[in-house]
Structures are given as C-alpha cells and as structure tokens.
Nanobody, 120 residues
C-alpha cells in the first residue's frame, strides 16, 4: 500500500509561480514512477509531468519550459515547480504513484488532489 499527501496548491496571479509537493509513504520501495496529473470539469484527467525511479522525466507539451518535476529521495517527496502560470493552468492537481505488488501486478495510487487557481 502507498499513501500520497499533496500540498502547495492555492491562488496565484498570472505570471506567478508555485511549487506542489507530494509525500509518499508505505511500500515506497516498489514505486516505479510518480507523476502529476490535472483535471478540470468536463475534461479527462491529463498528465502534467512524470519521473521514473531511474530519473527520466516526461512533460506535457503545455508545460514544457514552465514546469519542472524533481525528487527528494531523503524525504520520499516529489515536487512540481510551475512558473509563468496561466489561467488555463487552473485545475485540481493529483499526485500519482505507479506501484508493483509482490506479485508484480501494477497498481496506481492517487493523492486527494490540490486546487490550483490562476487569476488573470
């Protein structure tokens, strides 16, 4: 089992910055990758950024050059730094962990979500 706790959301002005944090606990040694997704009403949840256990990263085109995902292994925490925020970045942001059970079955875990609102 994996537990994810998100923080760092809030209200910011367009052009501003914020950093989202996701702290993982439980069977963290079996986590293969972690990422950030976001969702707005009427749309599907979409990937924002992801990082694998090997350090490889992947970003949505909409945040390339503005977002940076990173890890702090000592704190079992991943971060999403977002700069030059736009109103279209407004969404609920969810932390995701890809976990493999002792039977090598893939399991996805999700945080509770944190609201990011960007005002114009």
């Amino acid at each position: 089992q994996v537990q994810l706790v998100e923080s760092g959301g809030g209200l910011v002005q367009a052009g501003g910055s914020l950093r989202l944090s996701c702290a993982a606990s439980g069977s963290i040694f079996r986590i293969a990758a972690m990422g950030w997704y976001r969702q707005v009403p009427g749309k599907q949840r979409e990937l924002v950024a992801a990082i694998t256990s090997g350090g490889s990263t992947n970003y949505a085109d909409s945040v390339k050059g503005r977002g940076t995902i990173s890890r702090d292994n000592a704190k079992n925490t991943v971060y999403l730094q977002m700069n030059s925020l736009k109103p279209e970045d407004t969404a609920v942001y969810y932390c995701n962990a890809v976990h493999y059970s002792s039977g090598y079955r893939r399991e996805d875990y999700w945080g509770q979500g944190t609201q990011v609102t960007v005002s114009s």
